[in-house]
């Protein structure tokens, strides 16, 4: 009988966002597809939001192992977020999965309820706070943006 204890652990509990997945194949290369990991829910603010982006790393780089994509959107239509640095780790899925510098060609789709707040963390202290290159008002501009970088 063994005296290690062990605690049942759920990876759901750690978050109340929730993730749904899709695939669409490159219209350049139609044997490559491309994954959008879809977000919905609230993400809590400052650090309190590290469980939510660790979740939400976890849930699509699980995704991206499994479908063995040629590129990632991340689709934040649904996701409401205020502030918190964390957020930017959820970037790492394409970029070191499915092996440590896979680096897939990503996007970002905003949605209204994190658009500007999302734009601020990757602008920093600029004072024209514009999206960056890889963010999307419409998951038609991503998916264009993405397909458009897709590899063999």
């Not at 290369?29 to 939001?49: D, E, P, Q, V």
């Not at 192992?65 to 996701?79: E, K, M, S, Y």
């Not at 899925?93 to 060609?105: C, I």
């Not at 024209?128 to 998951?139: D, R, V, Y």
């Amino acid at each position: 009988m063994s005296s290690v204890h062990r605690e049942k652990f759920e990876l759901d509990k750690i978050s109340d966002i929730r993730c749904e997945y899709y695939i669409s194949r490159s219209s350049r290369m139609t044997f490559r597809k491309i994954l959008t990991a879809s977000y919905n829910g609230t993400y809590r603010i400052g650090c309190s939001g590290g469980p939510d982006a660790r979740y939400m790393l976890a849930m699509t780089a699980a995704a991206v192992v499994a479908t063995d994509p040629g590129g990632l959107i991340f689709d934040f239509t649904f996701l409401d977020y205020k502030w918190g640095d964390d957020l930017e780790r959820v970037y790492r899925a394409a970029e070191d999965w499915p092996y440590r510098g896979a680096n897939l060609p990503w996007a970002v789709v905003l949605g209204p309820q994190c658009r500007e707040a999302v734009i601020s963390l990757e602008c920093g202290l600029k004072q024209l706070q514009e999206p960056a290159e890889w963010m999307f008002g419409s998951f038609e501009d991503a998916m264009r943006y993405v397909d458009e970088r897709v590899q063999h």
